[in-house]
């Protein structure tokens, strides 16, 4: 039987409760911007006594493929799968492919290579391989790819933070022979807690993945929520320009206090700093949750704060 408490744990922003049990307080005392997420997120309403009782139904699940066709601009030779959370088919995508190597350029989100590296794939960071990962923009420091990258039979292009800057989506290549791009619902919309993402590509990669998945994959207020949200494009341009306002402030704000933007998305910044550790500690004193890195000393990462956060961590810096 695997034992749980051996599975080594791979670093995120988010883990709160490790913020707490050193720093005091409760959930309600912090202010988290340690991840990626609007802090805003969008309004869920009009749910159904059907949507929480009922099997996902087929229509439904039609219904939110055609909103994230149209919102997403997808080409007609692309298929579109629904998923339980971006997480869930990054886990499984090593599997299409007879594992060999596949080329990941660091820094980047780590779950890609531990579930390359789950499925018997040899890691490198450069030259020819028979996968690669691109994650666009990237995290933690927004650098972005370009159709020339996409060189490889398999590639897995991950847009989980693209919908803040959609004209730069590489969509338009989703119709080549082993491409599969990545869409998160978590990020944009704020709805990490929902789980639901999308997998957009070769039909037959896609059909793949479709069949490993099983039935009933995605839960029926998921479906719901995700089709009207997709169909709701005033709330996203207003959301667009609301996010680049506050991180263009968050800048201000800590490039005034010594800190030097690396880059990043309108959904996170990341911050070369003199001590990550020490900037992260004096923050979370003030019970302000951020991010560091493992491979770095100076990175820092923060996301958008919202109400009184914005008070509290200008004075806490």
């Known amino acids: 039987m695997l034992d749980l408490t051996e599975v080594p744990k791979r670093d995120h922003g988010g883990n709160l409760s490790a913020a707490i049990s050193e720093y005091g307080g409760v959930a309600s005392d912090w202010v988290d911007i340690s991840t990626g997420i609007n802090p805003v997120p969008y309004p869920v309403k009009g749910l159904t006594t059907s949507d929480w009782g ?156 479709a069949a490993w998945q099983g039935p009933w994959a995605v839960s029926g207020p998921a479906l719901r929520i995700g089709a009207t949200a997709l169909r709701d494009e005033d709330w996203a341009a207003s959301t667009r320009t609301r996010l680049h306002q506050d991180a263009m402030r968050l800048d201000e704000m800590l490039i005034a206090k010594g800190a030097n933007l690396v880059g990043g998305t309108d959904l996170f910044r990341l911050y070369d700093v003199d001590d990550a550790a020490a900037w992260q500690a004096q923050l979370a004193r003030a019970h302000i949750w951020t991010r560091i890195f493992p491979y770095s000393k100076t990175y820092l990462r923060l996301g958008l704060p919202t109400g009184e956060g914005w008070t509290r961590l200008e004075a806490a810096l």
């Open 54 to 209: 009922a099997l996902p139904d087929h229509a439904a699940m039609t219904e939110l493929i055609s909103a994230a066709r149209l919102f997403w601009n997808v080409p007609s030779g692309a298929a579109i799968l629904p998923a339980p959370g971006a997480s869930a088919l990054i886990a499984a995508i090593p599997a299409l492919a007879d594992p060999r190597w596949v080329h990941i350029t660091p820094p980047t989100y780590n779950e890609h290579a531990a579930a390359f590296k789950a499925r018997g794939w040899q890691t490198v960071t450069g030259g020819p391989a028979e996968a690669r990962v691109l994650v666009h923009p990237n995290n933690p420091d927004g650098h972005q790819w370009c159709a020339d990258d996409v060189q490889a039979p398999l590639v897995v292009i991950d847009e989980s933070f693209c919908d803040v800057c959609p004209t730069d989506s590489l969509m338009h290549l989703a119709e080549r022979p082993g491409v599969i791009i990545l869409k998160s619902f978590g990020k944009f919309w704020g709805l990490a807690g929902l789980r639901l993402g999308f997998a957009i590509g070769d039909p037959c990669l896609i059909g793949d993945l």
